[in-house]
């Protein structure tokens, strides 16, 4: 059975740090593009990072630029989002997303095959 498994959310403060883990089970994570996304209450789900099946290649959404880090262990059959700098508007239950494909359009929730539960992160004082 083909499973994404996310975890490391949590409450932190303004300013602090995070790290998303997302673990593969079933099928082999190195052949798959891995995006992250967020969905906030009342907004639709956002692209927020995405790496390439290699590693070589990484996209990030504005929003998130020079504040979180996507990365992978393929040996591990695990990606990572870094995620520092937090803000109130970092908000969100964080998804984690396998794409055979990589390319332009990887902020697209329409181009990934499998799809975590989520996890829950919220930045609040």
């Known amino acids: 059975q083909l499973q994404l498994v996310e975890s490391g959310g949590g409450l932190v403060q303004p300013g602090g740090s995070l790290r998303l883990s997302c673990a593969a089970s079933?099928?082999?994570?190195?052949?798959?593009?891995i995006g992250w996304f967020r969905q906030a209450p009342g907004k639709e789900r956002e692209g927020v990072s995405c790496?390439?099946?290699?590693?070589?290649?990484?996209n990030y959404a504005d929003s998130v630029k020079g504040r979180f880090t996507i990365s992978r262990d393929n040996a591990a059959n695990t990606v990572y989002l870094q995620m520092s700098s937090l803000k109130p508007e970092d908000t969100a239950v964080y998804y984690c997303?396998?794409?055979?494909?990589?390319?332009?359009?990887?902020?697209?929730?329409?181009?990934?095959?499998?799809w975590g539960q989520g996890t829950q992160v919220t930045v609040s004082s």
């Open positions: 079933g099928f082999t994570l190195n052949y798959y593009a």
């Open positions: 997303a396998a794409s055979l494909g990589y390319g332009s359009r990887w902020h697209l929730a329409r181009k990934y095959d499998y």
């Open positions: 790496i390439s099946g290699s590693g070589a290649r990484t």
